[in-house]
């Protein structure tokens, strides 16, 4: 997968923007606050339709505008499309691919793909439930268009049940329909995380491994909120029946997809509580590259890589293992730093590099070394 250009329209900083970017290494250099992340930022939003670093997406028009837009062609083994998102300040926004508006988002997402690498991303590891389950969510929902389906279909339902239990005196039959649809829409969203944690634990094993030179082992482990023995459904129908009295009293759902979390291990140590500031960064990063290799098996092809000021998050070793990787695998990273010298040691790959500077992106050169 190549995402070959990318442009901007009063997005964030960037009144306007054009890259037309390489297959292989692509460097955002500036220094801090002047645009690098923002146009990682702007990929993210071709993925997703949303952005990792607010909910909010007037944040991401630049002020004194009515609307920002983003637009990128991408090259896929499948064909080429031109996609494009109009985010205006006051109605719903519009995605479209090859110049059609998509009616449903879910049509929209999946023609890119990428995994996306931050420091915040140590709230992975460090952070509530919430995070873990974002990422597992992210990480199907690009690959699987009926996951993200039944992730909308659960959510709406978990609402409506949730203001149904608030009402104190409801009608029992209503809230029986609303139990079945959260049981359908959930069951099936429980066991595509249940299947991909299964699969992610051994990829990560097997880069957490790597990144420490067989120092460390590392191991998930799926943990859903109610216990599951044999069929989900059954599972969760039951356990909806135990958290009535509960529920009916605290006036929310207790059980589902929403209060689920996955626990870290290193050599059967919790890595959220026990594990070192450099255990858990390096547990990050074995999770974002098993990411790649898990949407390369879904899809067929690697998605981009997004890395914003890692390079302040890892050491040399493992920055020198993590580049064999994507090297190795010829994906199409793009990489912002405030530090040109971070370039000096990155040999044997093409680079284009980009200088950012107040909204302004410029090629400053485009080179093979090594």
Not at 106 to 119: I, K, M, R
Not at 148 to 156: D, E, G, M, S, V
Not at 294 to 304: N, Q, T, V
Request: proline share 3%; aromatic share 10%.
């Amino acid at each position: 997968m190549l995402l070959s250009k990318l442009s901007l329209e009063k997005f964030r900083n960037y009144k306007s923007a054009s890259l037309t970017f390489g297959e292989g290494l692509n460097f955002l250099i500036g220094n801090n606050a002047q645009g690098k992340t923002n146009l990682l930022e702007a990929i993210f939003y071709l993925c997703h339709l949303s952005s990792p670093r607010t909910s909010n997406d007037n944040d991401l028009i630049l002020f004194g505008s009515e609307e920002a837009k983003v637009y990128g062609e991408v090259k896929t083994e499948l064909g080429t499309y031109e996609l494009e998102v109009v985010i205006p300040e006051k109605g719903r926004k519009k995605a479209s691919v090859d110049g059609i508006v998509q009616s449903r988002y879910t049509d929209f997402q999946g023609h890119l793909t990428c995994v996306y690498f931050s420091p915040d991303d140590l709230k992975l590891v460090k952070g509530g439930p919430s995070e873990r389950r974002r990422f597992m969510d992210l990480e199907i929902s690009q690959v699987n268009p009926y996951y993200r389906h039944a992730l909308n279909q659960y959510n709406k339902v978990l609402f409506q049940r949730n203001n149904l239990l608030k009402e104190g005196n409801f009608d029992p039959e209503l809230l029986d329909v609303f139990s079945q649809q959260l049981v359908e829409a959930g069951s099936l969203i429980i066991e595509k995380r249940s299947s991909m944690l299964t699969r992610l634990n051994l990829l990560s094993k097997l880069l957490q491994r790597r990144l420490t030179e067989l120092k460390e082992s590392l191991s998930l482990k799926y943990e859903p909120s109610f216990p599951i023995e044999g069929d989900v459904k059954n599972a969760f129908h039951k356990a909806l029946k135990e958290a009535f009295p509960e529920e009916k009293n605290k006036g929310y759902t207790l059980i589902g997809p929403h209060r689920d979390d996955f626990s870290m291990y290193i050599d059967d140590i919790d890595v959220r509580t026990y594990g070192s500031q450099g255990q858990q960064r390096t547990v990050v990063l074995a999770l974002k590259l098993a990411e790649l290799e898990f949407l390369k098996s879904e899809s067929g092809e690697y998605p981009i890589l997004l890395l914003d000021d890692v390079f302040s998050e890892i050491d040399d070793i493992r920055r020198r293992k993590l580049f064999e990787i994507v090297r190795q695998n010829r994906v199409q990273t793009f990489i912002s730093t405030a530090n040109p010298k971070d370039l000096e040691d990155i040999v044997g790959e093409q680079k284009r590099v980009f200088e950012i500077k107040r909204g302004c992106a410029g090629v400053k050169h485009d080179a093979t070394f090594g």
